[in-house]
Structures are given as C-alpha cells and as structure tokens.
C-alpha cells in the first residue's frame, strides 16, 4: 500500500504542483474567502443585527455593491479551490498517510477544511438558482455556521503552513535560475524521482513502468504557465459571463447568470411573487388600507390618500443576497411624513408587516436612520407605472442600502417603537 | 519567535471561529437536519477524492504519455480549454437541469442555459483550434528558420 502510495505521488509530479504555486493559489482563496465571509456576515447582520449595530444608508449601492462582490468572489471560488487542490494533489498520497497524533490533526484539520469549502460554495450556487430541494437542510443557517468553520479551519491551515507560506511567499526566492523550485533545506527535494524498492510483475507494476517510461516535463516554466493562464482564464470566463446581473455595464455578456436585468414583470426582475406570499386576494382588495401607529396614535390610509401626499421620487436598486439587483425609479410618500402624522420621535424605529402569509420576511424592522433619509419611500409607483402586483401593490418599502428582501412589500401595517 | 507566536494566534483564532461556527450551526440550525449536512460534507470528499482526484490523476498520467510526442504548448493548450470547458460546464449544467424543473417565477433562470452553454464549449473549441493552428505555423516558421542555421 505504502509503495502504491507513493508512486502515485510519484506519478503526479509535475511543476505546476509545488509549494510555491500553492502559496500563489492559496492566497487568492484565502482573499477570496475572506471576501465572501466579509460581505456575508453584512447581509446576515443588516437582517439579524446584533444590539446596538448600526448601519449606513449610503452610498445607496453599499448592500448592491457587497452582495454583488460576494457572489462573484463565490463562483471565482471555483476555479481557485480547484487550483488549490490541483496543486497539492500528490500530498493526498503522502506515505506514511498519518505520521503521529499532530499530522493527524492537520490532515484531519484539511479534511474539514475542503469538505465545508466544497459544500460551502456549491450550496451557495445551487441556492442562486433556488434549487432548494436538493438540500436537505434550511440553506441560511447551514451557510453561515459553515462559513465560520472554513475561517477559523483556514486560520489553522494558515498557522501549520506558515514556514511553507514564508519561504514561498516571493517568486525570487521561490525558484532557482532554471525555473526549477528551490526546495526547502530540511526536506529533500519533494520532485526528485528516487529509485523504486523492486518493481514487481503486477498489473499495477506495469502501468507505473509504463508511465515511468515518459520522461518528466522539460519545460517547468511552460508548465506552470500553462495552469496559471488556465485558472485565470476559467475564473475570468466565469467572471465575465455572469457578473452582468449585479453589474450592469456587463449585462451584455450575462449569459449564465440566473438573472437577467430587464427581465420580469415591467421590466424588473421578482424574486416572490404575490401567488407565492398568497397576497393576490388581500393585496387587490377596495378595503385595503395602510396603518400607521406609534404608542400614541394610530391613522388607516387609502391608496388615495398615500397618493395625495406630496410624492418623492427616488433612484434605488433592488438588490438581492443572491447577488442580483437593479436599479429602478422609485415614486412614493417618504417614510418619515407618514410617521410624522402619528406624532412619532425622530428617535423611533418602524416595524413594516406585509400582507404576505407564512414567511419570515412577512415582519421587517427598519432603524431610526433608515426611517428618517430622504429617500426611504412607501412607493406607490415603479419606472412611471403603478407598482405591479409582484413588485408589492397598493404600496411597499424601498430604502436605500437595504437588501430586497428587507423591501417590504404588499404593505399592511408601519409601527414605530 | 516571531513566527511561533503568530502560529499561535492563528492557532486561537482559528479555534475561536470555529466554536462560534459550532455554537451557531447548535443554536440556528435544525437537529434533525445534522445528517443531511454530514451526508453533504462526507458526500463533498467522495465526490473529490473518489471521482474528480482520480480522474484528475488519470489526465495527468495521459498527459505525460503525451508528452513525448505532441509538442508541450499543444498539450497546455487543449488541457487548458478542457479544464475552463469542464468548470463552465460543472457550474452551469445544474442551472440548466433546474430551469427544466422549473422556478417559482418567470424571472428566475429567464435564459436559455442550455443553449448558451452549447455555444459556449463550441466558441471555446474553436478559438483552441486556432490557437493550435496559429501555434503550429509560428513552430514551423522557427523551425524553418533554424534548419539552414543548423546545417551550416
């Protein structure tokens, strides 16, 4: 076992796979990782903020912006842990497999480490495409208590390689004048080819004196080329080919992303639709009214009446955790005048109720700063058109810097506290 | 000194992070949803270790036979266009088979994937084709320039 072991590392030498590509790797996942845990941990904390977290309202593409970056670093993530992998594939056959209690850690470390990376960004692309049922498990919870497992098993990670990732960090000390790795002092040379004990008169004999007949790559830096410009070119491919759904300049190249701009009842994409939140009867109805309330008062709006106020009209993106958004002209009442008529302090926090049914994001809650900017509307009208249906008629939320889904729509009731 | 004390940090932090991971998935995450997310770990190391390293692997074997008697840019070449055709490919044919499924809006997954992805891999295979056929006209090119040089 321990001789096939190693001849399978053997066999997968090759210049592209050595530490110094693996530092070069590792760090673009370890940035991008960081990325995406960054820009997570912000879209998790604007909806479930902890006590006394505070967010900004501008610029108003902030939550756009992050949410953009986080699924584009993610699907990046791809080619790059494919890479990290690729390039430490022979320390998968590394003889003796466990070498004492602390290697096995270490490998026990990794495993953990690439089994939730693995999991981590497939569950987060299949869940851009909604694909829900494959799960198994509540997609947010599991995405975000695995998202601090891969961290802090990176940071471990960081921690055992750090004399690897030092020695390696800079391409002038990494190679020597032939391109060829210099290796690290203590350790023989992880390429150089040694002698074989016997070779036996096995099938599996065969087959590694066949492959040893070929003679190894004669050009490393050929190589090594070679797998940068194939990474770089599947993640730019990848790149480019969906980042139009939260970038529009590149909408044009948006063949693959699971939203297209312009797509979608008057033109704006819908994530819920008023069938789903079960709104089509209660949000049509001649009865519907809004209600405003505060500790001390309590007023019931028609849509006449929100039509009668004076009418704001604002530029704001719909912008989805699933990295989607679009800008759209807003045209409404400010929040804060709809407040005002309940005699509610400057210092109060508005709690907004759909009339959606059975869903989590039925009860939004909206913080004093988001309640008194200028721009926070209950829109009435979209791009010069009554809202449709699916976008949140007779009236819903939109405040700049906020995810959509904390865009309340089909609005019933605004509290303050 | 110094590089043991930051192992060290990174060591505690590392281990901070992934209690606050543990105590989130105890706290947020349904218990009887534990096995599905193991299956989908240990599934996620079967899945690479059982099928993409050994196929990786067998590529790798096939490349180096290769290697003797096609030129090493051809190789990078056509291994370089499979390896960003198997990854669009990896993370867009789920796309494709959930659009077939269906969504709960007209919205989600609007385009035609299927058919962007066919075009994708020919566009690709072309455009490696005539990287190939440019790359052996510029080899011919310096061979024929080499060879009087050689002889005299």
């Known amino acids: 076992m321990q001789r096939l072991l190693y001849r399978f590392r053997q066999a997968l030498i090759a210049p592209s796979r050595n530490p110094r590509t693996a530092v070069v790797i590792g760090r673009l996942l370890a940035a991008a990782f960081i990325i995406c845990f960054l820009t997570g941990l912000y879209s998790h904390f604007i909806q479930n903020p902890l006590p006394g977290m505070q967010f900004l309202t501008r610029p108003v593409w902030l939550y756009q912006f992050t949410q953009g970056v986080h699924i584009t670093t993610g699907i990046l993530c791809f080619p790059l842990l494919f890479a990290k992998l690729y390039s430490i594939f022979p320390l998968l056959f590394q003889t003796p497999p466990v070498r004492g209690f602390l290697h096995f850690l270490e490998r026990a470390s990794i495993a953990v480490f690439v089994a939730s990376s693995l999991v981590e960004i497939t569950t987060g692309l299949l869940n851009t495409y909604q694909w829900y049922a494959l799960f198994g498990f509540s997609f947010r919870p599991t995405h975000f208590a695995l998202a601090f497992i891969i961290i802090g098993s990176l940071a471990i990670h960081i921690a055992v390689k750090l004399p690897i990732t030092t020695r390696y960090w800079r391409k002038s000390t990494s190679y020597d004048s032939a391109g060829e790795l210099i290796p690290l002092p203590e350790e023989p040379d ?22 040893d007949k070929t003679p190894a790559p004669k050009s490393p830096r050929l190589s090594r080329r070679g797998f940068f410009t194939t990474v770089g070119v599947a993640g730019a491919t990848l790149v480019a080919l969906t980042v139009g759904q939260s970038f529009r300049p590149l909408d044009v190249l948006n063949i693959f992303g699971p939203r297209k701009a312009g797509v979608g009842p008057d033109a704006l994409p819908v994530n819920r639709t008023a069938a789903a939140a079960k709104v089509l009867e209660t949000a049509t109805s001649p009865d519907w009214t809004l209600t405003v309330s505060s500790s001390s008062h309590s007023r019931s709006f028609t849509r006449a009446d929100l039509e009668s106020m004076t009418q704001y009209e604002v530029d704001l ?23 005002n008529t309940v005699k509610a302090p400057k ?8 009339l959606e049914k059975g869903s989590i994001y039925a009860v939004t809650e909206l913080e004093p700063n988001f309640v008194q900017d200028d721009l926070t509307l209950v829109a009435l009208e979209v791009d010069g058109k009554t809202l449709d249906i699916n976008h949140g008629y007779p009236a819903r939320l939109i405040a700049p810097a906020r995810p959509g889904v904390l865009q309340t729509k089909w609005l019933s009731t605004l509290e303050t506290f | 000194m110094a590089l043991r004390n930051t192992r060290i940090v990174l060591v505690l932090f ?15 995450v349904n218990h009887n949803q534990y096995a599905r997310v193991i299956e989908w770990l240990i599934g996620a190391l079967i899945v690479h270790d059982g099928i993409i390293a050994p196929g990786v692997f067998l590529a790798t074997l096939l490349g ?14 056509v291994s370089g266009a499979l390896v960003v055709g198997g990854i669009v490919a990896l993370l867009i044919l789920p796309e494709v088979i959930k659009k077939a499924i269906g969504t709960a809006s007209s919205s989600i997954l609007p385009q035609d994937y299927a ?38």
Not at chain 1, 190 to 206: E, H, Y
Not at chain 1, 317 to 339: F, M, N, Y
Not at chain 2, 69 to 75: K, L, T, Y
Request: charged letters at 15%.
């Open chain 1, 190 to 211: 992880r390429n150089a080819r040694l002698p074989l004990p016997d070779v036996g008169i096995g099938v599996t004999s065969r087959i590694f004196a066949w492959i």
């Open chain 1, 347 to 354: 210092s109060a926090s508005v709690r907004a109720t759909s």
């Open chain 1, 317 to 339: 993106p719909i912008a989805c955790v699933e990295g989607w958004s679009q800008t759209a002209h807003w045209k409404g009442v400010r929040l804060r005048d709809l407040v």
């Open chain 2, 64 to 77: 180096r036979r290769l290697g003797g008697r096609i030129p090493a840019a051809v190789i990078a070449l």
């Open chain 2, 14 to 28: 590392g281990l901070a992070l992934m209690a606050i991971g543990a105590y989130v998935a105890w706290i947020e």
């Open chain 2, 115 to 152: 058919l962007h992805l066919g075009v994708f891999l020919v566009v690709l295979a072309l455009l490696t084709a005539a990287a190939i056929a440019f790359y052996a006209r510029v080899f011919a090119r310096r061979q024929n320039l080499r060879s009087p040089a050689d002889q005299a």
